[in-house]
């Protein structure tokens, strides 16, 4: 017992004696360690910034497409198709099946088989050639002269809007269809056969709009017409629109013919207006030219048998032929929706005979032809070329104005051709959406790097770029944008060619003061859906020469959503200019009321015994309100502006001064010091209203 208790003392001994021996053992305990290490580490006071290098990935790039097979995936790796069925055959036994069949792959497994070979996979369009390609149905090859009968002329009138176009049409065809046109404007492609009894010929004509904002329907005009009539009011001569229509006719290489209208104006002067053709290169036949040139008045029906003779004369020298035989073939000019019809389509027969019951195809539309009808809503059993009607039946989409329409030999081959055309459509809008998305990849790289890079100079290695730069900023923007005004709208018309032409105005909106969204736009009358997208968006519903349902218009008021009926385009232009003004917030502007000068400064002691200035003012003129704004001016310098702590005139606190009149004015700020001859200005804040700064081409 004693021994071990001598043993444990000595051991302790013999420690203790070490410790003391060797003090440099304890620096080296985890504490000391921990101490000494930070009274030698130097802090940097600032950081010193990392550059970010970019690194390309090192992996091959390997293209793929939809629906490839196994073989194909192979030769695009070029790896051996033994190795690629065995990394099938770990991904997906049923993929394994169909690489042995040599069916289609899913992209999903495309994908993974590209990844196990590390390499990188890219999705690439496939365009296929040569089978599909004769499952789209193609204009036919011009006919045989043997084969070809003379055919209807078919004329487009066109020319500047209000110089008579569509009431030279009325003297032609002897109607008044200028008494149903709203605003007295032309908005629509109109389609009608006149038949000429002198001549006992038939000649189609088409009336184009004259607005500045249906150029393209102007355009599409001329591209189907074998002439053009030109109108020039003989009081207006050449204008914006009458120099467009030039354009378009030698565009599409059409021959012209000019029409002076208006000659029983008091102020016409046809001769002015065939100079003013001269500077565009139309030189009439009366100042040695080539170009016929006929003087009407299609208000009284003056000079219109001369016109038509000039047409006919015009019409034979171009020989006019088509075969009646074969396939028909056409051109749409213009698309709506009809309640009780559905989709409608104006075509002008271009080749072959028309009946009903044959199949059709049109852009990505078909259609078995259900009714015929001429421009007067008469049924028709046939049409030649050159004839115009309006067909109904069409099927999936409504074809767009300038579509060509071909007939097919049955339902199964239109089908056909419309799965092939959506396929091409699909692949070139993936091929551009890749393309995008490619672009916006890119992008959103070198943002990463500089928001990377932006923490690396702030001294953070680590850390989310997206919440510590990307979402502040965006936090910021948003604080900035929720003030700003907005308009959003919905829009339905009553034909392609009229929203194509509303579309065309609202593209040239640039205006940012206010911002205008339009949530959804279509042809026919709006619908319940409609209804519904505008309530959640908070929009406006805008219609064009659309009859709203009355079932509608009391969902649209119970929903509180404004519906904008319009008959006349430029009436629809200027009520959204409206509505984007109205959205705009007032601004504040100053009116000068009243001017003075001052005569003396004055030190008057207040409650607290302190020198206070005092301005002596005299009216010069005007009224001087307390509550308005003054500015005191030296030596043509403001220096002071703003408003005014009191306002006496004989020792009493007054609220007005008029002219002549001596008044002492206090300012809050005691240390601002007057002078004689200082100039007074009063200004009267008024809340003003803002106007939008849009002014689209034409309106």
């Not at 009391?554 to 629809?572: D, Q």
Request: aromatic residues 6%; proline residues 4%.
């Amino acid at each position: 017992m004693i021994s071990r208790v001598v043993r444990q003392t000595v051991e302790r001994v013999l420690i203790t004696r070490e410790l003391l021996l060797f003090p440099a053992f304890l620096a080296f305990s985890p504490l000391d360690q921990r101490r000494n290490y930070a009274k030698q580490r130097k802090r940097s006071k600032y950081v010193d910034p990392i550059a970010i290098k970019k690194t390309g990935s090192t992996k091959k790039m390997v293209e793929f497409y939809k629906d490839m097979t196994a073989k194909e995936l192979s030769s695009a790796m070029d790896e051996s198709f033994d190795d690629v069925l065995d990394v099938l055959t770990n991904i997906d036994k049923s993929a394994l099946d169909r690489a042995v069949e040599d069916e289609p792959l899913d992209q999903e497994t495309i994908m993974k088989t590209i990844t196990a070979f590390n390499y990188k996979p890219k999705l690439a369009i496939r365009i296929v050639k040569g089978k599909e390609e004769s499952e789209d149905i193609v204009p036919q090859d011009a006919a045989p002269e043997s084969e070809c009968v003379k055919r209807t002329p078919v004329v487009t009138i066109m020319g500047h809007v209000d110089h008579g176009k569509t009431t030279l049409l009325d003297s032609l065809r002897n109607s008044r269809i200028v008494d149903g046109e709203f605003g007295g404007i032309t908005q629509h492609i109109g389609a009608f056969s006149v038949f000429l009894p002198s001549s006992k010929r038939s000649v189609t004509f088409l009336d184009t709009p004259g607005h500045a904002a249906f150029a393209n329907m102007r355009s599409r005009g001329a591209r189907v017409t074998d002439i053009v009539v030109l109108v020039v009011a003989a009081d207006d001569g050449v204008k914006e629109q009458t120099e467009q229509s030039i354009k378009f006719a030698r565009e599409a290489g059409v021959p012209i013919i000019v029409a002076i209208n208006k000659c029983d104006k008091p102020t016409a002067d046809p001769a002015r207006a065939k100079r003013s053709l001269l500077q565009h290169d139309i030189v009439v036949e009366e100042l040695g030219g080539d170009v016929q040139c006929v003087e009407i008045s299609a208000l009284q029906s003056k000079g219109i048998d001369a016109l038509q003779e000039a047409i006919l004369t015009q019409a034979d020298l171009l020989n006019l032929q088509a075969p009646t035989k074969g396939l028909a073939e056409g051109h749409v000019l213009e698309s709506s929706v009809k309640p009780g019809l559905g989709k409608v389509c104006t075509v002008l027969v271009s080749r072959g005979t028309l009946r009903k019951g044959k199949i059709l195809v049109a852009g990505t539309a078909y259609t078995r032809v259900r009714t015929m009808t001429d421009e007067h809503g008469k049924e028709v059993n046939e049409a030649l070329p050159g004839a115009p009607l309006r067909i109904s039946g069409w099927k999936d989409s409504l074809p767009s104005p300038g579509d060509i329409v071909l007939e097919a030999s049955d339902s199964n081959r239109a089908e056909k051709a419309i799965k092939w055309r959506k396929r091409i459509e699909m692949e070139e809008k993936a091929e551009k959406d890749w393309m995008e998305t490619e672009g916006s990849r890119k992008a959103d790289r070198e943002k990463y790097l500089e928001m990377r890079q932006a923490l690396l100079n702030r001294g953070q290695r680590f850390g989310s770029t997206l919440r510590h730069i990307a979402h502040k900023k965006e936090q910021l923007r948003k604080s900035e944008d929720d003030g700003h005004p907005k308009l959003k709208i919905l829009l339905r018309t009553d034909v392609e060619g009229s929203l194509e032409a509303i579309l065309e105005v609202i593209s040239t909106y640039s205006s940012t003061r206010c911002n205008l969204q339009l949530v959804d736009f279509g042809v026919g009358p709006p619908t319940e859906k409609e209804i519904e997208m505008a309530e959640t968006a908070g929009a406006m519903l805008y219609t064009f020469n659309v009859d709203t349902p009355s079932s509608i218009r009391r969902c649209a008021s119970e929903s509180g959503v404004e519906i904008r009926p319009f008959n006349v385009v430029y009436r629809l232009v200027d009520a959204l200019k409206d509505d984007l003004s109205k959205a705009l917030p007032e601004e504040t502007e100053r009116v000068l009321i009243g001017e003075g000068h001052v005569l003396k400064e004055f030190l008057i002691s207040d409650r607290n015994r302190k020198k206070q200035p005092i301005a002596g003012v005299l009216v010069d003129w005007g009224d001087f309100q307390r509550n308005c704004v003054f500015r005191f001016s030296r030596g043509g310098e403001a220096y002071y502006e703003g408003s005014i702590e009191s306002m006496k005139c004989n020792l009493e606190v007054v609220s007005s001064a008029k002219t002549n009149t001596e008044v002492g004015l206090a300012l809050d700020d005691k240390k601002i010091r007057f002078k004689e001859d200082d100039t007074v200005e009063v200004f009267e804040e008024k809340q003003v209203k803002q106007t939008i700064d849009w002014f689209p081409p034409g309106f």
